[in-house]
């Protein structure tokens, strides 16, 4: 079954760094997603992209936050200068060509900013 | 903005003991979804429905949406250990145009003891 592969599994950086998490999603997927779970909490929202430009984003993605499909299978998240409190699992997903079909997954990457 | 509550935040059951975790929004959804979360693991996706009052089983899972589509449940019958994991509702708003911004609910942890 094809699932969306998401690189690193694990990211350290220090504050002030920048990060770029990457993902390769479903290849006859359309819509690009970027979700975050702080350690125990729920999952969040952070943008969703399509048709090469973001759809919507939450009040989690400011300034400091940007999404890129750089080639034809590519999806990044860069985090320009991270903080602390963007310690966090970032989970990429990816739907079909559809309104509110099913989210599908990566396995994330863990960032840790130190 | 949206709220997405659920009930209990954790329940320990017995093996062979039923479950169920509720899920109420603060606003009418267009559709709910059903994620599950095992342990270090991704959210998969379990189900989604759509209609008022929408019923859905899956083997030993019962999944209800009610009729004002603001509340849902899960229902496990029966718990085996391999049902352990986080469950999470997550609902996307009624009327609007969001491309799989899911607004998740704090989950509910489950734990089986055989």
């Known amino acids: 079954e094809p699932e969306v592969t998401q690189t690193p599994s694990h990211q350290v950086t220090q504050m002030g760094q920048e990060v770029i998490l990457r993902c390769v999603p479903i290849s006859n997927h359309l819509y690009f997603y970027w979700y975050r779970q702080i350690l125990g909490q729920k999952v969040e929202f952070l943008v969703s992209f399509y048709n090469n430009e973001i759809s919507e984003k939450s009040e989690i993605f400011d300034d400091q936050f940007s999404v890129e499909r750089p080639d034809g299978s590519n999806f990044t998240l860069k985090i320009r200068s991270t903080k602390l409190e963007d310690s966090a699992m970032y989970f990429c997903?990816?739907?079909?060509?559809?309104?509110?079909?099913?989210?599908?997954f990566g396995n994330g990457t863990r960032l840790t900013v130190t | 903005g949206q709220q997405v509550m659920q009930i209990p935040q954790y329940q320990h059951v017995q093996e062979g003991e039923d479950f169920t975790t509720y899920c109420n929004s603060s606003?009418?959804?267009?559709?709910i979804q059903w994620y599950k979360q095992r342990p270090g693991g991704h959210p998969v996706f379990l189900i989604q429905?759509?209609?008022?009052?929408e019923v859905k089983k899956q083997k030993r899972l019962t999944f209800q949406f009610g009729e004002a589509k603001k509340n849902s449940s899960l229902h496990i019958t029966a718990t085996q250990t391999t049902d352990v994991g986080t469950y999470f509702c997550?609902?996307?708003?009624?009327?609007?145009?969001?491309?799989?911004?899911?607004?998740f609910g704090q989950g509910t942890i489950l734990t089986v003891h055989p």
């Open positions: 606003t009418t959804l267009s559709n």
């Open positions: 997550a609902g996307s708003n009624a009327g609007g145009t969001s491309y799989g911004k899911l607004t």
């Open positions: 429905l759509v209609k008022s009052g």
């Open positions: 997903a990816s739907s079909e060509n559809r309104n509110n079909s099913p989210l599908h």
